[in-house]
């Protein structure tokens, strides 16, 4: 258990040189979100060796994102969202079964891997980390475009299939076979959650307009929607796999999706909308670094060989299938420019912490060895690193055409 002070000078390191990278980074025309990332990779097992991941940690760091996505769903259209569902569901399904596929056939039948370990290598591929995507976007004031409300449904669809996927993989790793059973369950709870989540959402949302007119209390706006958002992550708990995954796959794949619906509707009312977003936002730029600078501190480059011929040649081949199973997938959208399709490829490449986290659970559940574990790292960090380089260049060659 961390002390409070140790904790407490912890929270100082990772606040400050978030905001110091984030700040250098910006000013150097870099998106600011590397500077974060990297501030994780510089205090953490990589570098410094000053912070290490704990439950708290990770505790904020969920706040962190799950506030990310609020404030999205704040702004976002509707039905714009509606209107992109057919692009967003082509762009989610090649981007789940491609990668999957691919990497499952090079490592079964091309690095001679075990069929348990091929699957989870290839589940760990198929994961998007939204949030990095997101706030790339936001940096560069296109988070309410049309290009970003395909990757946002497409989004939701990919954690989805990307949490039952791995519920499946998980069985049959550890038990060499599947529960059809179990993996069923757990399909019809997340479904059930998602269809339930839009009405509580409204619901929720008319609810508290009507409240707040009748406050006397200070702070009740804040107050109100964080507690229902945790509220919401616990019960999305309640309808996942947590003898598997625990709160992940809640704040994966439902936790978080809950609140783009509660977002839109709260913007019912303008200047009540305005004034969730005045009393949110502060709270939000505290969390929201922490989320990112947790994703550098899980990112260990020393547990890589850089010197094995091997370790580069699987990496290789693992990332140009983990960039070619996202990317292509925007390709099969009609009537759009090449710019905006890769934008749309382009953000849905990086894995981020979903990435991370999958391999940790094969990691630490002796499913891959230490090779492939540095191999998925190493492909993840690039995964990560590089599309926000250049979405942000092919937002500046599509809106300044």
């Known amino acids: 258990m961390m002390e409070v002070h140790a904790f407490f000078l912890t929270l100082f390191l990772i606040l400050v040189s978030a905001r110091i990278l984030g700040e250098l980074f910006a000013r150097m025309g870099i998106p600011a979100v590397l500077g974060e990332l990297s501030a994780g990779i510089l205090l953490g097992g990589s570098f410094l060796e000053l912070i290490e991941i704990n439950d ?20 976002t259209d509707l039905k714009r969202l509606k209107a992109a569902g057919k692009e967003a569901t082509i762009v989610a399904l090649f981007g789940v079964i491609a990668p999957f596929m691919m990497a499952f056939i090079v490592s079964y039948a091309l690095f001679n891997l075990s069929a348990e370990v091929s699957l989870f290598i290839s589940g760990t591929l198929t994961a998007t980390s939204i949030g990095i995507t997101l706030r790339v976007l936001k940096d560069i004031k296109q988070e309410n475009s049309s290009m970003a409300q395909v990757v946002i449904g497409a989004a939701v669809l990919d954690d989805i299939i990307g949490v039952i996927l791995l519920v499946f993989i998980y069985d049959y790793a550890l ?10 369950s757990v399909t019809g709870f ?8 839009p009405f509580l959402a409204n619901l ?21 929607i964080i507690s229902l958002i945790v509220f919401f992550a616990y019960l999305a708990h309640l309808a996942g796999a947590p003898e598997i995954l625990g709160a992940f796959s809640a704040g994966i794949a439902l936790s978080r999706r809950f609140i783009i619906p509660f977002g839109v509707g709260l913007q019912k009312d303008e200047n009540f909308l305005e004034r969730i977003t005045q009393s949110i936002n502060p709270i939000m730029h505290m969390f929201t670094p922490i989320f990112f600078v947790t ?3 899980s990112m260990n480059l020393k547990v890589i060989d850089f010197t094995s011929s091997h370790f580069w040649m699987m990496s290789l081949m693992l990332f140009v299938i983990a960039v070619l199973g996202k990317y292509l997938g925007a390709f099969l959208i009609n009537g759009q420019s090449v710019y905006y399709k890769s934008m749309i490829g382009v953000s849905m490449i990086p894995r981020g912490e ?4 999958f391999a940790e659970i094969g990691r630490v559940n002796n499913i891959i060895g230490n090779e492939v574990y540095a191999v998925l790292i190493f492909v993840i960090v690039l995964t990560t690193i590089v599309p926000p380089f250049v979405l942000k260049w092919l937002c500046k060659r599509e809106y300044n055409a």
Do not use: C, N, W
Not at 190 to 197: P, Q
Not at 204 to 224: A, E, M, N, W
Not at 354 to 357: M, P
């Open 56 to 75: 708290i940690l990770k505790i904020l760091a969920e706040v962190g994102i799950i506030l990310l996505l609020f404030e999205v769903g704040l702004h």
């Open 175 to 184: 038990h060499q076979e599947v529960s059809l059973k179990h993996t069923m």
């Open 190 to 197: 997340i479904i059930t959650f998602l269809i339930l989540a």
């Open 204 to 224: 929720f949302s008319l609810l508290l307009r009507k409240l707040d007119r009748y406050s006397k209390v200070p702070g009740f706006i804040p107050t109100s």
């Open 295 to 297: 994703v550098g501190l």
């Open 354 to 357: 979903v990435g991370l986290i």
